[in-house]
């Protein structure tokens, strides 16, 4: 029997949104205060919300059951499926001793922390956001700088503070294209709105981590660094995101990042390196004591995966994928069911066996296998102890989708959306904590978007604001909501071996979260009435695109084609690999 839902059980749209707000107000005192394990923070927070759906919202049992076990099956794939697949690649890197190689050959251009973590948790984590998001880059780089020597808490707390520059932009733009969708805007004026937002942080996000590492003195002693590695990133944020569209923008800034702190780093260094307290300050850069061929042999694993995750957000071959294995399972008693402003919600679960981004990291960990020179056995072996190793983080990142779900199939999640709407001329700036409470909620800038973008348009319009700066400060606020998410914090204490320990890293983030979204907030309140030029000009009506047609596939022989050229790539990369790495150092 289908189920109404009800956003404003209470007839007052404060008092309901208090309650709704119960689970969240709740989370944040286990993960803050209490310091709880993430799992049993995550159960708890299910058990309250369901309790509130039912007994407050009306919701039937049965509805908010099935709601929360269609978010768990959604955590468990794919989102699960990239953070376990991300490590195994990681740890058999390290099983094999290539690892070692990658230390050394990145000590040789820099010893500093500081740098190493410019270099990986900002401008790499951001080429892999770019490509694959949804959780992966995070779970590479955090475990890349532990495996380096960095404190687990720290490359954990900055892996998921450098992951904010380009979330918006994630997974091949796949936020920005939803929030034109659902919200019926441009998608190509939210692109270059928030191309207009995200570069004044991104530019200063690289100083921000060093000044957290090490201190405000310490921090700018590398300010030309900083300046280098956030500028080139900004600077082709900003070209890409308002002249290309939101599909290159991450890995375009990334890979500028990357070549040009590379090179500035051969002409500039800091006069004393920065290390760790407990470590042994260094004497200078490490000699490189490997030939390049054994350096490029180590890294051709994470230059693989690249491909990969690059290859896997090609529509084309995405569709291609999804034709061979794409299995849609209706969730029975639940799809269709719960009615949202007179439309049933669906209830179908994507079981997307090949084109889900755990997948591309599947293939690439399997094909490294043969790079690394190790046996399959012992690959196997390393498989093995990944899984055992997260067993609870998956646990974990399940449960904390499931209350995703039953937040938003109840009503409570629009509940908050509303009591957002109420602030009147003061929106703008609310328009970000609310994206920054809807990431926080799914883990997912996409989600968030999807679930408050039409709100976010709707408001705008009734307040006289100009709906593309609220939907892009909804995309904008969001992304500072990742490192405090508790599907972040899964994947990030997974990835550093802190399972149990997410409320140290929620600690270590919250404030950082909070300042970042401030920003992006008054950046909405100047852009709606102060500086409205800077506001894109688009057509209002008529210009997104619909939905069936942003997912329609391309026919298979076209994803095909694009796929066997990738494939040969990354065999050409094998190959090399394997010849070269086998000479001995100079």
Known sequence: MPWNMVTDPFGSIGLSALIAALPIIYLFWALAYKRMKGHWAAMSAVAIAMAISIFAYGMPIKYSALSTFYGML????????IVVTAVFLYNLSVATGQFEIIKNSLASITDDRRMQALLIAFSFGSFIEGAAGFGTPVAITAAMLAGLGFNPLYAAGLCLLANTAPVAYGAIGIPIIVAGQVSGIDTMAISQMVGRTLPFLSVLIPLYLVVLMCGLKKGLEVWPACLVSGGSFALAQWSTSNYLGPMLPDIIASLASIVCLTVFLRFWHPKQSWCFADEKPSEGREKLRFSGGQVFRAWAPFLILSIFVAAWGVKPIKAALDQIALFKITI??????????????????????LSAAGTAILFAGLLSILVMGASFSQGMRVLGQTFKTLRWPVVTISVILGFAYIMNFSGMAITLGNAFATTGVLFPFFAAFLGWVGVFMTGSDTSSNALFGKLQEVTAAKIGVDPVVTVAANTSGGVCGKMI???????????VGLVGQEADIFRFTL???????????????????????????YAKAGAAAPAAAATSPAPSSEGLTYLALILGLVLAVMITARITGKAKAA
Not at 332 to 343: Q, S, T
Not at 515 to 533: D, E, H, N, R
């Open 511 to 537: 404030k950082h979260s909070i300042i970042l979204t401030t920003v992006i907030g008054v950046f909405a309140m100047l852009q709606s009435y102060v500086i409205k030029w800077i506001v894109p000009v």
């Open 74 to 81: 959604f955590g468990l794939w794919p989102v699960a499926w």
């Open 332 to 353: 029975a008693g639940l799809d269709g069911l719960v009615i949202r402003g007179g439309k049933p919600m669906p209830a179908v679960f994507g079981f997307n066996l």
């Open 485 to 495: 998410s508790p599907q972040s914090l899964s994947v990030a204490t997974a990835a």
